[in-house]
């Protein structure tokens, strides 16, 4: 799906369309545009757009490699930056990522959403209904509102990782969680590493605007940028590390509660050797094949051997109960 949002001081528009063409053909040169492109992996209909806007053919190949992360430091041609956004979405115990690249320009912005944005798409219903105003900026304002409502999301999916490992931490510290349980924390920290990427490209971001040649925003719009989104990027950071740091905890008391119950297994075990060690003696000694072993012809033997097993046996659990080994 394409949408294109066009702008200027006069001027508002929203159009979508499926195909490249009639979207291309609708775009003014002398007004601002935000083209999204959802769901959108047509291969020709993206070099028609890169086409369009005279950049450099290589960046197609950027937009379909989901590896490439961060912001692309050769910016002759537009700023580029493909993203990772940790989203509170859970599939097979991992957090989704929302993946896809930005192109920014001199008029012009573009996403490239693998999977839909719902802040984008917020963000875009909000401009439609004017709760936002954007005609008098260009479209490196918009970049901001990106990466601020990207920020903004960013606090309700660490207050559900927090409510996540609260449940976790209960399993833990009652010592009823498995396997299954360190596994369900290994998979969550795995998952949240996106969030560090994030944050990175933008702490990049904001270090690339003090060059003297960077031109791609604005000087109002950095001022918005170093105002408004550096404390929040250093907040969100520090909760980050602190949520990556209480899944650690949580391993780690996690994999001593399973290395606990695999020495409780153990020790039983050993246990039940020690109970059966003496009577696989007595029943070995009188397995022995000697022609003269007085107790084999009293009448007595048998029950006698057959007591003292028994005597043996309850001893041994008696004792190890005593000394709380089981």
Request: charged share 20%.
């Amino acid at each position: 799906m394409l949408t294109l949002l066009t702008f200027s001081q006069n001027h508002l528009e929203l159009f979508s369309s499926k195909d490249v063409e009639p979207i291309l053909k609708k775009i003014d040169g002398s007004q601002n545009i935000w083209l999204r492109c959802i769901h959108f992996r047509d291969r020709t209909g993206t070099a028609k757009i890169i086409n369009h806007f005279q950049l450099d053919p290589s960046r197609i190949d950027m937009i379909f490699n989901h590896s490439l992360t961060g912001i692309d430091e050769d910016m002759e041609d537009c700023l580029f930056d493909g993203y990772e956004i940790l989203t509170h979405q859970l599939k097979n115990r991992e957090f989704q990522v929302a993946r896809g690249s930005i192109v920014l320009g001199r008029n012009f912005i573009i996403t490239f959403e693998i999977t839909e944005i719902k802040v984008l798409t917020i963000l875009l219903n909000n401009i439609q209904k004017q709760n936002i105003d954007i005609q008098s900026w260009g479209v490196d304002y918009i970049l901001y509102l990106i990466f601020k409502d990207i920020l903004n999301n960013y606090h309700s999916v660490f207050d559900y990782i927090s409510r996540q490992l609260d449940d976790l931490e209960d399993e833990v510290l009652a010592n009823s969680g498995d396997e299954t349980t360190y596994h369900k924390i290994a998979a969550m920290r795995q998952s949240t590493r996106s969030g560090r990427r994030n944050f990175q490209n933008l702490k990049s971001l904001l270090a690339m605007m003090n060059y003297e040649d960077f031109q791609w925003i604005t000087l109002p719009v950095k001022t918005l940028f170093n105002q408004e989104l550096v404390y929040q990027i250093d907040h969100l950071w520090q909760e980050y590390q602190a949520l990556r740091a209480w899944m650690s905890e949580l391993m780690e008391i996690q994999r001593d509660n399973i290395a606990s119950k695999t020495s409780e297994r153990i020790n039983r075990l050993t246990i039940l050797s020690t109970v059966f060690l003496p009577i696989t003696f007595i029943t070995g000694f009188y397995g022995m094949n000697f022609k003269y072993m007085p107790e084999l012809e009293q009448a007595w033997a048998y029950p006698v051997v057959i007591s003292v097993i028994l005597l043996i046996v309850l001893s041994s659990i008696a004792f190890a109960k005593q000394q709380r080994w089981l």
